[in-house]
């Protein structure tokens, strides 16, 4: 079965420093599909990143980045420069074998704060 | 750019009611998919729907949940006979294919508040 872990339920940072989410995950499937979203406080689900399980490089879209580590099945989000509009829920996810437009199944969350 | 639609952002209903939660999908996607996300929670897999027809579906799904998409373009969810713990916002969500790169955009969401 597929699980995704994540272990920071909260986490404050100043503005302008670079943050890392952390996410795990768990599946015995070779391919597979890891997403971040956005959360803020009113409540859409914003796609930020995706990262292949086949992809050799990792994923970069503008100040976000995920440090993807296979073998540790390890895939961190990395936001540079945080900004205030960073404050939200961000939620790791992972979809099943690219044969498939199968479900996401979605981590438990991290908060982040931005302090100015 | 195109996006997910859904209607109404937030819907107050009573206990045993029947609601129906709307949904534009993006208009070349083939793949439809209910989530739900009680509050606090982190969001849970409801259904997904391809060709007309449900192609997966979680516990969570049992006979108070339906879905159809009664024409070329609105997906919907009912929920019948409405319980308290149905207070959730529901997100819908679409994908073109199948393809390594194709992503699932979320819907706004829709607020559920069953007194």
């Known amino acids: 079965a597929q699980k995704i872990t994540q272990t920071q339920p909260g986490m404050f940072v100043q503005e302008k420093e670079a943050v890392t989410l952390d996410c795990t995950y768990d599946?015995?499937?070779?391919?597979?599909?890891l997403f971040w979203y956005k959360q803020p406080s009113s409540g859409e689900m914003i796609f930020l990143i995706y990262?292949?399980?086949?992809?050799?490089q990792n994923a970069t879209e503008g100040r976000y980045s995920l440090n993807f580590q296979k073998a540790r099945k390890s895939a961190n989000l990395v936001i540079s420069a945080s900004q205030l509009g960073d404050s939200a829920m961000y939620f790791c996810a992972m979809r099943g074998p690219y044969s498939s437009a199968s479900k996401i199944i979605f981590g438990s969350g991290t908060r982040l704060s931005i302090r100015p | 750019e195109p996006e997910v639609t859904q209607t109404p952002s937030h819907q107050v209903t009573q206990m045993g009611q029947e609601v129906i939660l709307r949904c534009v999908p993006i208009s070349n996607h083939l793949y439809f998919y209910w989530y739900r996300q009680i509050l606090g929670q982190k969001v849970e897999f409801l259904v997904s729907?391809?060709?007309?027809?449900?192609?997966?579906k979680s516990e969570i799904f049992d006979d108070q949940f339906s879905v159809e998409r009664p024409d070329g373009s609105n997906f919907t969810l009912k929920i019948r006979s409405t319980k308290l713990e149905d207070s959730a916002m529901y997100f819908c969500?679409?994908?073109?294919?199948?393809?390594?790169?194709?992503?699932?955009?979320f819907g706004p969401g829709t607020r559920l508040t069953v007194l």
């Open positions: 990262q292949g399980s086949y992809d050799q």
């Open positions: 969500a679409s994908v073109r294919g199948v393809a390594s790169t194709d992503t699932q955009y």
């Open positions: 599946t015995s499937d070779p391919s597979y599909g």
């Open positions: 729907f391809y060709n007309n027809e449900i192609s997966e």
